[in-house]
């Protein structure tokens, strides 16, 4: 698996982020990769991973399908639909994944998935990014 960069600040991916997740991203084939596992910090209900940082970890692995290959088309999101199919306990690893599901130009569908340690599914995604202008690639690759 092909590891993917890190920025500095992004919440997801920052390595220089106090209060970040720091996940690190790969890729294989067409799909984006990443282990984590969730923190007592990071719950909502006890032992439960927080529905807000599940959809966050889906939206990041989603929109980080536009690297793969080294092409980086620059996106953001549109629309983030989330679909909660077990609670995701902390401390356990898991597997998220993302991948393209359409290309349509300025507008790309993709979907994702969290994966619990022994398979099962545990939240699916489907994503539109739309991609943005030169003028604001540019002044973000600047910060970045």
Known sequence: MKRQVNSRMCFVCGMENPIGLKVVFGEEGKRVWAEFTPREEHQGFPGILHGGLTGTLLDEVMGRCFMVGGEERWMLSAKLEVRYREP??????????????????????????????????????????IQISQEMRERMEREL
Request: avoid cysteine; glycine fraction near 14%; aromatic fraction near 2%.
């Open 88 to 129: 995701i306990p902390i401390g356990e690893p898991l597997t998220v994944m993302g991948e393209v599901v359409q290309d349509r130009g300025r507008l790309i569908e993709t979907r994702g998935e969290i994966r619990l340690s022994d398979g099962s599914l545990a939240a699916e995604a489907k994503g539109i990014y």
